[in-house]
């Protein structure tokens, strides 16, 4: 017995015709991305074959030369344009080397910067005689300038005009005999009486130095020289220390 079986019509895109193979798409012309509609700039151009070939182009022209020069000119010099005067530190530094003969009309106009160069270079040296303190000399020295600030204007009164921005550039600057002393004491043995005797001369030498400022700079301050002496010998005392120890 035959069993019959549902068989779905074929349908060929021929129209028909299983004989017919598949179609042959004509190809196509390649893609030609527009040209430039400026024809004196040949290399905007796309159609490499059709452009001119060209070695050189034209220069820009950014304008003239004597306007930029002259606009250079008037421009300030950076270390001016920061607030350093490196004529005026050196004028400072000149003067605290020499403790008997200060310049007190140097130090009225107050600045950081040789200040921040002299402790720099303490931590410097003290960093080459295998002791890491430029926090601590950063730290002491704003706590000393808060020290002699207050001690200072309490003894003054109402008349004292010392402020702590001044007093923090006068304590930096007469920083420069201990800066030395650290320096010598990398070429001294360390426990001896050498550098105990010179650890009192360049503290006296800041002592004095930085008493002289203070009495001649602010008001009221000739009255307690031997007070503002012995706060100024503790605080570079303290600083030597660190030298020696």
Not at 70 to 80: G, K, V, Y
Not at 159 to 164: A, E, K, R
Not at 220 to 227: Q, S, V
Request: glycine share 8%; charged share 10%.
């Amino acid at each position: 017995m035959a069993r019959e079986f549902n068989v779905p019509p074929v349908i060929f895109p021929s129209g028909g015709n299983p004989n017919t193979g598949p179609q042959r798409r004509l190809p196509t012309a390649p893609f030609q991305p527009p040209r430039s509609s400026n024809p004196s700039i040949p290399f905007m151009s796309f159609d490499i074959g059709s452009s001119p070939a060209s070695t050189s182009f034209a220069t820009p022209q950014f304008g003239s030369v004597g306007s930029g020069s002259a606009n250079f000119d008037d421009e300030p010099p950076l270390l001016e344009e920061l607030g350093i005067n490196t004529k005026q530190i050196w004028n400072k530094t000149a003067s605290i080397l020499n403790p008997f003969r200060v310049k007190a009309d140097l130090h009225e106009d107050a600045d950081l910067s040789g200040p921040f160069l002299f402790l720099m270079a303490f931590g410097l040296f003290q960093l080459l005689a295998g002791k890491l303190h430029f926090g601590i000399i950063l730290g002491w020295v704003t706590v000393a300038s808060l020290f002699l600030y207050v001690v200072f204007n309490m003894l003054a009164g109402r008349n004292g005009n010392l402020d702590l921005y001044r007093c923090l550039s006068l304590i930096g600057y007469c920083m420069l005999p201990i800066v030395i002393l650290s320096a010598v004491a990398l070429f001294v043995p360390q426990g001896g009486v050498v550098i105990f005797a010179m650890m009192g001369i360049f503290v006296i030498w800041s002592t004095r130095v930085c008493t002289r400022l203070l009495v001649e700079l602010a008001s009221c301050g000739d009255e307690h020289r031997g007070l503002i002496a012995y706060a100024c010998f503790l605080i570079y005392m303290l600083f030597s220390l660190l030298v020696v120890f």
